[in-house]
């Protein structure tokens, strides 16, 4: 042991130089190998001390050693001249090594701060990628927000330019926007005070409820001839890259609705850009053929990414498979005997057909149609997972094939007596009555089977359009073929197969639901009968219904 002491004091003799340290490290492995001939345990102990001593001896001479560890960065060698491989090489019983350890890398960390001080900061590279980014419209310059509480915007749905309007405009209509919010907040806060279980609309809601009716009145039947030619400038300017001018087209308090509703779907957009959960620009297809329309894209689908990424989706609109680019499509459309969708016929009235499509015999039709939907409903999340479902699809036939009009989908064995799952028309056949009579073949197949029926919730903000406007129709028409003096809503909904909780809420939006002396009372509005009887003569005898007659279906048994 008394050799060990020596070999640290030849170490640190002042004035010893680079050879005298090379010659006292040669002399000590000499030493080392004889020792460890003669004893087997002291190779281990011999070269856990020469470790902490070369680690004491870098923590004092460092003045010396600054200039060698500023020109040698490579990793400290053990004895065995190799890097080390784990902590376990190095002395971690000691307490002096691990002192000399902890002040040596003290040191190294002040003089790596001391060379890094000097260089220049490197900017963030998601900094960079916003600033990077701009705004898809011609002109823009990707200032302002269509909320008014952004300061940039990356998307067409957040551009000011787009809408027509000013960055400053969209501040001024959000703080008004936030006023009214506040003050309808107070007014729901004081009505839920006084809250009972069925509440009618007060006299404010009343006269609010005119008010709208009369502006919804007063406003101008159609465009004046300087009104047409200024929309008219203004899409031969600008075609698709602005917005449409939608002034003087409907009344004013329907287009701040509109305008708010712009608003609050592009501040939701931005906050899921800004969570990370969508990329503006990616991954996002924007317009897909189909047939021979050309449809802009409402919602994300997830399609494939080396479909999703391309922007642009080609579709058969038969066997509904989808395609990269139009040549595809075309060498497709050429060979595809496809011209209705599989399954089986159900219901055929003049060009309206109705296909059953079983998700499980058919199951790569299905998962298209599921994946087509998606571009078009914001709550569906079934794509892959149809085998429990059966699929009804409506068409329209001509001299080159049934076309998709729109379908819903049911489940086999629904424990909540679910009647639709999922529905959808397509966008070129909306606005046109196809959807009331989806809805309807929904309910008729309900009383085939003898069951009330009702949509799974949540529904789209579209359908639920769709089923108030549906159930409001259903009650006024069974209203006013009523001969009776008393009317039950379980007869109702015996009657037409809707749920009973659907009739009463559908009464409530009415007005048509009183609760008096405990007991609930259903008044027969005559006005709105009568309203609703003129808009059956004036609509005439439109084709756009669903003739029970026409259906050629039995319930499916075991499936």
């Known amino acids: 042991m008394p050799r060990r002491r020596q070999v640290g004091t030849n170490r640190h003799m002042p004035g010893s130089g680079s050879d005298g340290t090379e010659d006292s490290d040669s002399s000590a492995e000499r030493e080392q190998t ?4 003669s004893d087997g345990t002291m190779p281990k102990r011999q070269r856990l001390t020469r470790a902490s001593t070369r680690l004491s001896q870098s923590s004092q001479d460092a003045p010396d050693s600054k200039r060698a560890a500023d020109h ?16 376990s090489e190095l002395d971690i019983s000691s307490p002096n090594a691990s002192h000399d350890e902890s002040q040596a890398k003290d040191q190294a960390n002040r003089d790596s701060d001391k060379d890094l001080s000097h260089r220049p900061k490197r900017r963030r590279c998601h900094e960079t990628y916003n600033f990077n980014m701009k705004c898809p ?76 009716a009369e502006i919804r009145k007063g406003r101008n039947s159609g465009l004046q001839k300087e009104q047409k030619e200024k929309h008219m400038e203004h899409r031969q300017t600008h075609g698709n890259t602005r917005e449409p001018l939608l002034e003087n087209i409907t009344s004013e308090y329907d287009l701040e609705l509109f305008r708010k509703a712009q608003a609050r779907a592009s501040e939701d957009l931005e906050k899921l850009r800004i969570q990370g959960q969508i990329t503006e620009g990616s991954n996002m297809i924007k317009t897909i053929l189909f047939g ?10 997830p399609y494939p990414e080396e ?29 595809c005997v496809w011209k209705h969708p599989p399954g089986d016929e159900v219901y055929r009235k003049g060009a309206i ?7 499980k015999k058919n199951k790569i039709y299905c998962q298209n149609l599921c994946l087509l939907a998606k571009l078009f409903l914001d709550h569906k999340t079934l794509y892959y997972d149809v085998e429990p479902f059966l699929f009804y699809v409506m068409t329209e036939a001509d001299n080159t094939g049934c076309h998709l009009v729109g379908y819903f989908s049911k489940e086999k064995n629904s424990f ?130 669903i003739e029970p007659s026409s259906l050629k279906w039995t319930p499916p048994k075991g499936t």
């Open 34 to 37: 004889n020792s460890s001939e």
């Open 72 to 87: 040698d960065e490579s990793p400290p060698l053990t004895p065995t001249g190799n890097a080390p491989s784990s902590e």
């Open 137 to 212: 419209t011609p002109g823009c310059n990707s200032l302002g927000h269509l909320t008014g509480k952004h300061e940039r915007h990356f998307a067409v749905s957040g551009c000011p330019l787009y809408h027509n309007l000013s960055a400053d405009e969209c501040k001024v209509k959000a703080i008004s926007r936030e006023k009214q919010e506040e003050e309808v907040k107070g007014q729901e806060e004081n009505n839920s005070r006084h809250a009972t279980r069925h509440q009618t609309p007060t006299s404010k809601q009343s006269r609010y409820k005119e008010q709208v």
């Open 292 to 301: 021979r329309y050309e449809l802009d894209t409402w919602y994300h689908s």
């Open 307 to 335: 479909y999703a990424r391309l922007g642009r989706l080609y579709v058969c609109e038969f066997c509904l498979k989808y395609m990269k680019s139009q040549t595809i499509l075309r060498r497709h459309m050429a060979k």
């Open 353 to 359: 057909s109705v296909f059953e499509v079983d998700g």
């Open 416 to 545: 909540l007596n679910y009647n639709v799952s999922c529905i959808l028309t397509m966008p070129q056949y909306m606005r046109q009555g196809f959807g009331k009579m989806l809805i309807d073949f929904s309910y008729l197949l309900s009383k085939v089977e003898e069951k009330v029926g009702s949509p799974e919730r949540p529904l789209s903000d579209l359908g639920l359009i769709s089923y108030r406007s549906y159930w409001k129709e259903v009650l006024l028409r069974y209203m006013y073929n009523f001969q009776g003096k008393e009317i039950s809503i379980k007869e109702i909904s015996q009657e037409t197969a809707v749920n009973p909780v659907d009739i009463v809420s559908t009464l409530q939006s009415l007005q048509m639901l009183k609760y008096w002396k405990g007991k609930h009372l259903v008044l027969k509005r005559q006005d709105l009968i009568d309203e609703w009887r003129a808009k059956e003569i004036k609509r005439g005898n439109s084709n756009k219904t």
